[in-house]
């Protein structure tokens, strides 16, 4: 059963970060990817661009498209990564989620994915 | 009219002290645990609104008992399943008073209560959780957070487990003396199983389940003062004693993770101490020895640094020899190879680790990384050592530990540098 990790935190507090901060919180997530990766339960995982790279596009009913600056919602804590990772179960789920850095510096939301079957051609 | 925060807490604190007592007592007596819940529920909303207008009640546990009881006629006369139950809650409500003077130990409903919760055909993880809940009268919310399952899941679960109850017929009575024992053993695993998720990892700690260790020590003292013939109930209270004592060394001011071995003894709890010790001896004295007691005498070895002793090593390895023997569990063969590294230095202990590496139940388990990582620094093996610590920050949940971690790793890269 595939979960995504989705990881909010406060994108300035990145950046207020020291240098010598900066590396031990990169080896922090490097350290939590490899041991997603030894138990054999990793399926993918980025960081994403910061908020002010983002873009969210609209289409209304009336057809017209709008197209605006910024993140979907505007929140103190934002999507800033994910994991995607293969467990057993949601308890399973919940104990990795525990053990990312993310959840002590800012918060886990765990989803489970409903896996898309192809339509018959 | 009175103060409706004082109801509250008023009604806060028989919730805390006598929600298990209550609900032991109605299950036992009224037709089941769901039923006695419901209807304890409704008690105490009711208390939230009379209380502030008619005063306090003198005994408001007796309060409680009395209309959660009539709760429970109600709807047995709804159900129309009336007849001989009426007698049974008459005679309840003749000792209701009576029964209130706050006995020191359990008591016999509550402890039947325990045996219920921890009967061989409730699912063993959801054994401690159903007994918080039913003694201690925590929500399924609160619950689900201290041992990291989603709380929609966590309801379910307690909600599957007091059917199970009532379906299978599980008897709220304290088992017979041939089955005693062994049913005995369970309640304290339950109760351990509380404790270790308030203590995280013995390493570690945790302030979002801090609250739960005391509510394990809370369990446990009321069950060793029910059974003070039970060694091992007296021996799990001394090892949770030993631990507890310890919890604020665990950090340094700066709010940094301290080893065991680097900790300021001067920090710990001595009066905890003092009585785990004089539990431990209490136990000892039945010459019937256990799981709890080994654990409890190998935390007293370590304690002998706060007279400025130094562990017993050699102790603390026999020690662990018996508990594996006892337990087979590949935890206490990973603690007796930590120890040996203290009594035979690193090179034998990893010899001993060796023999543990294949097993499964240790691949994503923190401290056995912690451990092995600890072993191959003091062997100089460094590149190893960065590998064994860096899978153990990976897999800690604590943010101090993690720190850690990270610290021990800098230490070996500066020593390359």
Same mark, same amino acid.
């Given at each position: 059963?595939?979960?995504?990790?989705?990881?909010?935190?406060?994108?300035?507090?990145?950046?207020?970060?020291?240098?010598?901060?900066?590396?031990?919180?990169?080896?922090?997530?490097?350290?939590?990817?490899?041991?997603?990766?030894?138990?054999?339960?990793?399926?993918?995982?980025?960081?994403?661009? %910061?908020? #002010? @790279?983002?873009? =969210? &596009?609209? +289409?209304?009913?009336?057809?017209?498209?709008?197209?605006?600056?910024?993140?979907?919602?505007?929140?103190?804590?934002?999507?800033?990564?994910?994991?995607?990772?293969?467990?057993?179960?949601?308890?399973?789920?919940?104990?990795?989620?525990?053990?990312? %850095?993310? #959840? @002590?510096?800012? =918060? &886990?939301? +765990?989803?489970?994915?409903?896996?898309?079957?192809?339509?018959?051609? | 009219?009175?103060?409706?925060?004082?109801?509250?807490?008023?009604?806060?604190?028989?919730?805390?002290?006598?929600?298990?007592?209550?609900?032991?007592?109605?299950?036992?007596?009224?037709?089941?645990?769901?039923?006695?819940?419901?209807?304890?529920?409704?008690?105490?909303?009711?208390?939230?609104?009379?209380?502030?207008?008619?005063?306090?009640?003198?005994?408001?546990?007796?309060?409680?008992?009395?209309?959660?009881?009539?709760?429970?006629?109600?709807?047995?006369?709804?159900?129309?399943?009336?007849?001989?139950?009426?007698?049974?809650?008459?005679?309840?409500?003749?000792?209701?008073?009576?029964?209130?003077?706050?006995?020191?130990?359990?008591?016999?409903?509550?402890?039947?209560?325990?045996?219920?919760?921890?009967?061989?055909?409730?699912?063993?993880?959801?054994?401690?959780?159903?007994?918080?809940?039913?003694?201690?009268?925590?929500?399924?919310?609160?619950?689900?957070?201290?041992?990291?399952?989603?709380?929609?899941?966590?309801?379910?679960?307690?909600?599957?487990?007091?059917?199970?109850?009532?379906?299978?017929?599980?008897?709220?009575?304290?088992?017979?003396?041939?089955?005693?024992?062994?049913?005995?053993?369970?309640?304290?695993?339950?109760?351990?199983?509380?404790?270790?998720?308030?203590?995280?990892?013995?390493?570690?700690?945790?302030?979002?389940?801090?609250?739960?260790?005391?509510?394990?020590?809370?369990?446990?003292?009321?069950?060793?003062?029910?059974?003070?013939?039970?060694?091992?109930?007296?021996?799990?209270?001394?090892?949770?004693?030993?631990?507890?004592?310890?919890?604020?060394?665990?950090?340094?001011?700066?709010?940094?993770?301290?080893?065991?071995?680097?900790?300021?003894?001067?920090?710990?709890?001595?009066?905890?101490?003092?009585?785990?010790?004089?539990?431990?001896?209490?136990?000892?004295?039945?010459?019937?020895?256990?799981?709890?007691?080994?654990?409890?005498?190998?935390?007293?070895?370590?304690?002998?640094?706060?007279?400025?002793?130094?562990?017993?090593?050699?102790?603390?390895?026999?020690?662990?020899?018996?508990?594996?023997?006892?337990?087979?569990?590949?935890?206490?063969?990973?603690?007796?190879?930590?120890?040996?590294?203290?009594?035979?230095?690193?090179?034998?202990?990893?010899?001993?680790?060796?023999?543990?590496?294949?097993?499964?139940?240790?691949?994503?388990?923190?401290?056995?990384?912690?451990?092995?990582?600890?072993?191959?620094?003091?062997?100089?093996?460094?590149?190893?050592?960065?590998?064994?610590?860096?899978?153990?920050?990976?897999?800690?949940?604590?943010?101090?530990?993690?720190?850690?971690?990270?610290?021990?790793?800098?230490?070996?890269?500066?020593?390359?540098?």
């Amino acid at each position: 059963m595939k979960y995504m990790l989705m990881l909010f935190f406060d994108e300035a507090g990145w950046g207020a970060m020291s240098e010598e901060e900066t590396t031990r919180a990169i080896g922090a997530y490097a350290a939590y990817t490899s041991a997603l990766r030894e138990a054999g339960v990793y399926a993918g995982g980025d960081r994403l661009g %910061p908020v #002010a @790279s983002a873009t =969210t &596009v609209k +289409v209304g009913s009336d057809g017209k498209t709008s197209v605006l600056d910024g993140p979907y919602a505007e929140t103190k804590e934002q999507l800033g990564g994910y994991y995607l990772i293969d467990v057993p179960d949601m308890d399973a789920a919940l104990a990795w989620a525990a053990r990312c %850095p993310c #959840a @002590s510096h800012g =918060t &886990v939301e +765990v989803r489970p994915l409903m896996v898309m079957v192809p339509a018959p051609v | 009219m009175i103060d409706r925060g004082a109801a509250r807490d008023v009604a806060e604190r028989a919730a805390r002290e006598s929600y298990g007592k209550l609900l032991a007592y109605l299950a036992r007596r009224c037709g089941g645990l769901e039923p006695a819940e419901d209807a304890l529920a409704d008690a105490f909303t009711a208390a939230l609104e009379r209380w502030p207008v008619a005063g306090i009640p003198r005994v408001p546990e007796a309060w409680l008992l009395v209309t959660a009881k009539r709760r429970i006629l109600d709807r047995q006369r709804r159900e129309e399943r009336a007849g001989r139950f009426h007698d049974r809650l008459a005679a309840a409500a003749r000792d209701a008073e009576r029964h209130f003077e706050e006995p020191a130990e359990l008591g016999d409903d509550r402890l039947a209560l325990m045996f219920a919760c921890a009967n061989p055909a409730i699912a063993i993880d959801v054994r401690a959780p159903l007994i918080l809940q039913a003694i201690l009268g925590l929500d399924a919310a609160r619950i689900a957070s201290a041992f990291l399952v989603a709380p929609a899941a966590m309801s379910q679960r307690l909600v599957r487990a007091k059917r199970k109850i009532a379906q299978a017929r599980v008897p709220l009575d304290i088992p017979g003396p041939d089955e005693f024992a062994e049913r005995l053993d369970a309640v304290l695993a339950a109760i351990y199983a509380t404790f270790a998720e308030g203590w995280g990892d013995p390493e570690g700690s945790d302030g979002r389940t801090r609250g739960l260790a005391a509510e394990a020590i809370w369990l446990a003292r009321a069950l060793a003062a029910s059974c003070p013939d039970e060694p091992e109930a007296t021996g799990l209270l001394a090892l949770m004693l030993y631990a507890d004592a310890r919890r604020e060394a665990r950090r340094d001011l700066a709010g940094d993770f301290v080893p065991l071995d680097e900790q300021d003894a001067t920090r710990w709890n001595s009066a905890a101490i003092d009585e785990a010790e004089a539990l431990l001896v209490r136990a000892a004295a039945h010459r019937r020895a256990g799981r709890f007691q080994l654990e409890a005498a190998i935390q007293s070895a370590h304690v002998a640094r706060r007279f400025g002793g130094t562990p017993d090593w050699r102790a603390i390895v026999a020690l662990y020899d018996e508990l594996y023997r006892i337990t087979g569990s590949p935890v206490v063969a990973l603690n007796r190879v930590a120890a040996l590294g203290r009594l035979h230095g690193p090179v034998a202990a990893l010899d001993a680790l060796a023999l543990l590496e294949g097993d499964a139940r240790l691949r994503d388990y923190q401290p056995y990384w912690a451990a092995r990582a600890d072993l191959l620094a003091r062997a100089g093996r460094r590149a190893e050592a960065l590998d064994a610590y860096a899978r153990a920050a990976g897999l800690t949940v604590d943010p101090a530990v993690r720190r850690y971690f990270g610290t021990r790793m800098e230490a070996i890269r500066a020593l390359d540098a």
